[in-house]
């Protein structure tokens, strides 16, 4: 058994002059859900066609489950998909649908796909065009299961769906993570919703992976630190990953391997979203107006602690 | 993949079998009535003292009005094209269904070959029920008209028509591909496919053999009548620089006939048209035919049939290349 799922070094894609993705190099561990993050045009959909061989690399490679995606058929077979706008054949009916699936595929597990579209109600004789945007998810989520992949990826699944949509969505992709240990790489630029399902993130910004890794051992590498308004470099605290400066203070997100001993700081846990929205707003793009950050940010530090 | 392929296009592969069994309900209908005439024609002979150039006459006029459904006919390959080849890939990657076709466990060079070729096929078997039908019905108003090489009638009989829906199909595959919109590759397809028609038709097919020449008195009938020629063009071959019209036909007007042949302008009521005849052979007047014979009509029919084919197949390897490598 692999312990890789996804492995990529040096990475590029380039369409026409621009490039979609350049020198990425990451590892994804198996048995994760990994958040694959990033605004639009950061590079996810370009990684996630490489990873299901939809798409050659321009240079470098890439390695899913130990092998290179698109050169034989044995592979797709280990990969589940579903790309972006969740494509499904609008004129047929949902038993149709998975028709196609058990038709395309080598392995088939029809119990599972009609059970669970049984379990939401979704009725086989309707045609998939009449769907509502959260079956149809339910759908493609569905046939992307039953043909029991090893590695699941899914292109933006939560963009078209409304939050309860959004919720059951999620409630179904991690019951079948635990029920069947599949991998799961998804992606998205909601980093709301994807904090209680997600082990491992990755952040694409600009076609590069500003982060990649674990997020428990994120979020106890990072913190936030705000304090009176600094001029020149910030000391004791760590790397800076992000820096707001406004006229009164100054507040930073950093990573460092131990504590922050300074009294000039106040140093604070982060959550998800800060972590992404730092390394999303890079060091180089400070202004108050542009910056996400800032909103998180709390209000001037009222107390001093170590 | 085979139910796959049937359960997308099975409502064109319906439409397809309406239009044949429409076409066929009206062949049916009208074939029986031109068999019958035409053995009638064919019997004339038999029979001295009857007028079989005026039953002849009759069988044209009566029939001259079928000429309608050579338009029709026509536009058959054409419409395969449109219908069945330009949606064929381009509606996939219009919608982003491909995305998910690609990511089963099937490769798409083989989602491509299942897919291609199965429309490939059926084209063959429609179209060629479709030629069959139409070179059955319509054999006795090609064979009282003596040609079968003539527009609308070499392009709707035999093999042709089959090949030219194939390369209507191909065609619509590969534009649909190419551009990956729908309704822009219907309408490309349409375009080319009646330009390359149009160009094999005007400038190819003419020259696919080198053409004979037949010369023979003016006035006269052709030794090569009844061979089903196909004569490309017929001229009026003139030493004497006389007769000849600037149009290539001739004018004979009696002041230069009296002249040339001095003793046929006694008769008051004007020179008969032996006489004529023999002064214009005397002279060495003559008409020259090129003409392509009635002989290489199947081998003019493979020659078209391997030029649309070979388009074709050349389409389609484009197409594959395409899938392969340019879409994502």
Not at chain 2, 147 to 169: E, S, W
Request: glycine share 10%; proline share 6%; with cysteine.
């Amino acid at each position: 058994m692999n312990t890789i799922a996804l492995e990529a070094s040096s990475l590029s894609r380039r369409y026409g002059g621009t490039w979609a993705l350049q020198e990425c190099s990451l590892s994804l561990p198996t048995a994760r859900v990994v958040a694959l993050v990033g605004p639009n045009g950061a590079g996810k959909t370009t990684l996630l066609h490489l990873a299901t061989g939809l798409l050659q690399p321009t240079s470098g490679s890439i390695h899913v489950l130990g092998e290179v995606p698109g050169a034989d058929p044995e592979i797709l077979g280990r990969i589940g998909f579903v790309a972006q706008e969740m494509p499904l054949y609008r004129n047929f009916t949902v038993a149709e649908m998975l028709r196609f699936g058990e038709e395309m595929n080598r392995t088939w597990d029809r119990d599972l796909a009609v059970g669970r579209l049984e379990k939401l109600s979704i009725p086989s004789s309707q045609k998939v065009g009449t769907l509502s945007g959260g079956q149809r998810a339910q759908v493609s989520l569905a046939i992307a299961l039953a043909k029991r992949p090893e590695l699941l990826l899914l292109d933006e699944p939560l963009a078209s769906l409304d939050p309860l949509a959004r919720r059951d969505f999620l409630a179904a992709l991690m019951e079948s993570v635990a029920e069947h240990g599949v991998s799961v790489v998804l992606s998205s630029h909601l980093v709301a919703d994807l904090e209680r399902v997600c082990d491992h993130l990755v952040v694409l910004r600009n076609g590069h992976v500003a982060v990649d890794g674990d997020i428990v051992g994120l979020t106890r590498k990072h913190r936030l630190v705000s304090g009176p308004r600094h001029t020149g470099a910030l000391a004791g605290v760590g790397e800076v990953i992000d820096r707001v400066d406004t006229d009164r203070q100054t507040v930073a997100l950093v990573r460092t391997d131990g504590p922050i001993m300074d009294p000039t700081w106040d140093v604070r846990d982060v959550d998800l979203e800060e972590i992404v929205l730092g390394y999303l707003g890079g060091r180089e793009g400070s202004s108050v107006a542009a910056d996400p950050l800032l909103r998180t940010v709390p209000p001037a530090p009222s107390e001093v602690r170590s | 993949m085979i139910w796959v392929t049937w359960r997308q296009h099975r409502a064109q592969a319906f439409a397809t079998l309406i239009g044949l069994c429409a076409i066929g309900a009206f062949l049916l209908i009208t074939g029986p009535r031109i068999a019958s005439a035409f053995r009638e024609l064919q019997a004339c002979p038999v029979f001295p003292g009857q007028d079989c150039s005026s039953l002849h006459e009759a069988f044209d006029r009566r029939f001259n009005s079928l000429q309608f459904v050579v338009p029709l006919f026509m536009v058959v390959p054409l419409l395969m094209g449109v219908f069945l080849g330009a949606p064929l890939i381009a509606r996939e990657v219009e919608q982003g269904t491909h995305r998910l076709a690609w990511t089963q466990s099937v490769t798409r060079g083989r989602w491509a070959v299942a897919k291609i070729s199965l429309v490939c096929a059926f084209t063959l078997l429609a179209t060629g029920l479709f030629a069959w039908m139409v070179s059955r019905w319509s054999f006795p108003l090609v064979a009282a008209s003596g040609t079968r090489f003539g527009f609308g009638v070499f392009d709707l009989r035999g093999i042709v028509p089959i090949a030219y829906a194939l390369f209507a199909v191909a065609l619509g595959t590969a534009t649909g591909t190419l551009i990956r919109k729908t309704l822009p590759a219907m309408a490309i397809t349409l375009g080319a496919f009646v330009a390359v028609r149009v160009v094999v038709e005007l400038f190819l097919r003419p020259r696919y053999l080198a053409t004979k020449t037949i010369s023979y008195p003016f006035l006269q009938e052709s030794p090569r009548s009844g061979f089903g020629d196909w004569v490309i063009s017929s001229r009026v071959f003139d030493p004497t620089g006389r007769f000849s019209s600037p149009d290539g036909g001739i004018t004979v007007n009696p002041s230069s006939l009296a002249q040339a042949c001095p003793h046929i302008s006694s008769d008051p009521l004007g020179p008969g048209k032996d006489q004529v005849g023999r002064c214009l052979t005397q002279l060495g007047v003559k008409l020259v035919d090129t003409y392509q014979p009635g002989s290489r009509y199947w081998l003019f029919q493979g020659i078209e049939s391997a030029i649309f084919v070979a388009l074709a197949a050349g389409l389609i390897g484009l197409t594959f290349w395409l899938i392969r490598r340019r879409i994502s």
